[in-house]
């Protein structure tokens, strides 16, 4: 009974904010599916030379790819911070936790531009390492994979470390005591406890961190090369280069199948682990 009151306050607070958020994404959305069907002409037309373009078949392995590497990489990053924020006093972890934070007080465009300072082929870390290695040094970090790789997985790392560290600390910490009554060690611990009870904060990030690398823009558009270009760069090509909206639209609305495809069998997936 206590359950179910929580749910009708939550819903009762929560369904205006949402039906505000549907109310202003319906226009656009609306008007994105219009110009994908080629208006009032009801054509599939630009869905057909879409998938049959080698252009967008190829920028969407690029997006998929892009989009599991950062995740993986930010997943893991995250977890280990995570991790070491459980070991900390509340007091230092609240400082921690702030650290963490750092990055959102910062622009993504600000810091594109303070990676290529930092990762160009004169940038701040090719020259200390042209200072330890005594000669020259120009490595590639910047307008190529590594770069977009480097951005995206700074950006969406401190999302996944607060819901990992929410799973972390609901763990009884009774649970590891009988488990080190029972001899298992620090590693065994880990793979038998800790991960499988942190699981429902480390779907909840994997579902987060994947929703917004399939849709990034400024990151690939700053950092990475011709190669590195993302669904959103080519809805931005075909919106600005092309003047083709319903090549435009088309891709958005596809775009849009691809982050559903991804979120419904994660979201299930929390639900069941929950």
Same mark, same amino acid.
């Given at each position: 009974m206590i359950r179910t009151a929580e749910m009708r306050g939550a819903f009762f607070f929560v369904t205006p904010a949402t039906l505000l958020t549907l109310t202003i994404l319906a226009v656009p959305l609306f008007y994105i599916f219009y110009n994908?069907?080629?208006?009032?002409?009801?054509?599939? $037309?630009?869905?057909?030379?879409?998938?049959?373009?080698?252009?967008?078949? %190829?920028t969407l392995a690029t997006t998929v790819i892009i989009a599991v590497s950062s995740a993986v990489l930010s997943l893991v990053l995250g977890y280990i911070i995570a991790l070491h924020l459980t070991r900390q006093p509340p007091k230092r972890r609240?400082?921690?936790?702030?650290?963490?934070?750092?990055?959102?007080?910062?622009? *993504?465009?600000?810091?594109?531009? &303070?990676?290529?300072?930092?990762?160009g082929r004169a940038g701040l870390v090719n020259e200390f390492l042209s200072w330890v290695a005594g000669s020259p040094v120009q490595l590639e970090l910047v307008?190529? %994979?590594?770069?977009v790789l480097i951005g995206m997985t700074n950006y969406?790392?401190?999302?996944?470390?607060?819901?990992?560290? $929410?799973?972390?600390? &609901?763990?009884?910490? &009774?649970?590891?005591? $009988?488990?080190?009554v029972m001899g298992a060690g620090p590693v065994r611990i880990f793979f038998t406890v800790t991960l499988p009870l942190s699981l429902p904060g480390i779907i909840a990030a994997l579902s987060s961190v994947m929703v917004m690398g399939l849709g990034f823009f400024v990151i690939p558009a700053l950092l990475g090369g011709p190669r590195d270009a993302m669904l959103s760069n080519l809805v931005d090509f075909y919106t600005r280069e092309t003047l083709d909206w319903n090549m435009a639209s088309a891709a958005g609305v596809l775009l849009l199948g691809l982050?559903?495809?991804?979120? *419904?069998?994660?979201?299930?997936? %929390?639900? %069941?682990? $929950?």
């Amino acid at each position: 009974m206590i359950r179910t009151a929580e749910m009708r306050g939550a819903f009762f607070f929560v369904t205006p904010a949402t039906l505000l958020t549907l109310t202003i994404l319906a226009v656009p959305l609306f008007y994105i599916f219009y110009n994908s069907v080629g208006g009032a002409g009801l054509s599939l $037309a630009a869905f057909r030379d879409l998938l049959s373009s080698g252009l967008f078949l %190829r920028t969407l392995a690029t997006t998929v790819i892009i989009a599991v590497s950062s995740a993986v990489l930010s997943l893991v990053l995250g977890y280990i911070i995570a991790l070491h924020l459980t070991r900390q006093p509340p007091k230092r972890r609240s400082i921690y936790m702030m650290l963490v934070l750092l990055p959102f007080w910062t622009s *993504v465009l600000v810091k594109c531009y &303070a990676f290529t300072v930092l990762l160009g082929r004169a940038g701040l870390v090719n020259e200390f390492l042209s200072w330890v290695a005594g000669s020259p040094v120009q490595l590639e970090l910047v307008l190529n %994979r590594i770069g977009v790789l480097i951005g995206m997985t700074n950006y969406l790392t401190p999302f996944v470390v607060f819901p990992i560290l $929410a799973s972390l600390l &609901a763990i009884d910490p &009774a649970v590891y005591r $009988a488990a080190t009554v029972m001899g298992a060690g620090p590693v065994r611990i880990f793979f038998t406890v800790t991960l499988p009870l942190s699981l429902p904060g480390i779907i909840a990030a994997l579902s987060s961190v994947m929703v917004m690398g399939l849709g990034f823009f400024v990151i690939p558009a700053l950092l990475g090369g011709p190669r590195d270009a993302m669904l959103s760069n080519l809805v931005d090509f075909y919106t600005r280069e092309t003047l083709d909206w319903n090549m435009a639209s088309a891709a958005g609305v596809l775009l849009l199948g691809l982050v559903v495809l991804v979120t *419904v069998p994660l979201t299930i997936l %929390r639900k %069941r682990k $929950a």
